[in-house]
């Protein structure tokens, strides 16, 4: 092998070193950008599962959905009252007192209108007038009215109208005694004996 031959050899030795170590280095940057790119996915993973905000939309069911009944006791159905009346008074321990006497107006399966008459029951009396002096109480409902001054000069007792009023309750709330009460803003003194209110209760049935 002459000098020519040998340089042309070396020549494509050195060429083909060359190749190798380029081959080489480009192999190593692609290893080492592969493992920076695993360990940023390393690093970013949380020891802990993320919370995920889930948004559901309901479809409607094809089952039926109960329902709550909304009905009133006013639409209830019971026995029509036919007659039925009473009276209760107050009792303060003086010789003045609140009397009530009721009496159902009318009646039907749904409903029942009952008039109150109050009376006050007293010697000699002078009031004034009172605005909504008068509160009734019954069946969860309360009802008011303004009650007259009063005037009355008497050695003996005397029953006194003082106003009269209308109350439509459920027909079904009279299946059983239903409690009642009425109240009369009197503010004074009487036999010796203050009084702010005069309150009477009783019981009404429609059986």
Not at 124 to 136: E, F, I
């Amino acid at each position: 092998m002459d000098n020519s031959e040998k340089k042309i050899l070396t020549i494509i030795l050195a060429a083909l070193l060359c190749l190798a170590v380029l081959v080489a280095l480009l192999t190593g940057i692609n290893l080492s950008r592969g493992k920076a790119a695993a360990k940023a996915e390393l690093a970013e993973e949380s020891p802990f599962p993320s919370a995920e905000i889930v948004v559901v939309t309901p479809t409607p069911s094809s089952d039926p959905v109960p329902s709550v009944s909304t009905e009133s006791e006013s639409s209830v159905s019971a026995t029509p009252i036919q007659s039925a009346s009473g009276t209760f008074s107050s009792d303060t321990g003086t010789h003045l007192n609140l009397t009530v006497n009721w009496t159902v107006t009318s009646s039907n399966a749904a409903n029942t209108t009952i008039r109150f008459d109050f009376y006050i029951d007293s010697y000699s009396l002078n009031t004034a007038s009172r605005n909504r002096g008068l509160t009734l109480q019954i069946g969860g409902a309360s009802f008011s009215a303004d009650t007259p001054p009063i005037n009355v000069s008497s050695s003996s007792s005397v029953l006194t109208p003082l106003c009269s009023m209308d109350a439509t309750i459920p027909t079904a709330l009279l299946t059983c005694p239903l409690s009642v009460s009425a109240s009369w803003h009197f503010g004074g003194s009487y036999g010796g004996s203050s009084m702010e209110y005069l309150t009477a209760s009783g019981i009404i049935s429609g059986a």
